[in-house]
């Protein structure tokens, strides 16, 4: 799986959206691009995945290049509720591959 | 609704003694997963499992093992617990070809080796 590079830390102000972004310069056609995020002494929790176009669900938007070689997770009105860790993972779920590689991740601190 | 569980939630232990960590999903996933995190790093994988009968070594597979026997459980043994072994342990399940690796994970297992 191609490698990602994310900022160790980010703040965000209550109510505002929170942009994470990630660069994975070296991805593959058939490598989706997977965002989890990690609360606090909890398990990780999926939030969103996409493969070329921008996709959006209840909890977050995700917005890739379109060259594919950087992405953005959007939180559009970020809560205290919100602060983790997020991990953006670049992988191919084709045939049994389906092992994850986990980094060290984005610290989101929001704040009142 | 179905669930991914993990026990004992803390366990301490010694030096030298087997430990076995159980993980049960009700998912019916084919996969399962088990991960360690320790401060400063992400999460690793230790061993993986594709389906009955089926198992895998990670990148951190050295004094752990596990078995898979039926779909719902993946337990995770401790040969001889050793101090490096202290950490959080998390399971993890998803279900085989789908297209999107939608992991879900346990609550954890904090574990103390003395």
């Known amino acids: 799986d191609a490698k990602t590079t994310q900022p160790t830390s980010m703040d965000c102000a209550e109510g505002r959206a929170a942009n994470l972004p990630c660069n994975h310069s070296t991805i593959s056609g058939n490598e989706y691009v997977y965002w989890y995020r990690q609360i606090h002494s909890q398990g990780p929790q999926y939030i969103i995945h996409g493969l070329k176009n921008n996709e959006t669900n209840e909890m977050a938007s995700l917005i890739i290049t379109e060259d594919r070689k950087s992405s953005t997770l959007i939180l559009p009105h970020a809560t205290l509720r919100d602060t983790a860790v997020y991990y953006c993972i670049v992988h191919d779920p084709s045939g049994t591959a389906s092992k994850l590689t986990f980094g060290t991740g984005t610290r989101l601190q929001v704040t009142l | 609704d179905a669930e991914i569980t993990q026990s004992p939630r803390h366990k301490i232990t010694e030096t030298g003694r087997q430990v076995t960590l159980a993980c049960h999903q009700t998912w019916n996933h084919n996969n399962m997963f088990w991960y360690r995190q320790d401060l400063g790093h992400g999460l690793r994988l230790i061993h993986y499992s594709y389906g009955v009968h089926d198992t895998n070594k990670g990148e951190v597979s050295d004094g752990y093992s596990v078995s898979r026997s039926n779909t719902e459980d993946l337990p995770l043994t401790l040969e001889s617990a050793a101090s490096s072994q202290t950490s959080v342990y998390f399971c993890?399940?998803?279900?085989f070809g789908t297209g999107s690796e939608k992991l879900f994970f346990g609550s954890g297992t904090q574990l103390s080796v003395l």
């Open positions: 993890a399940s998803s279900e």
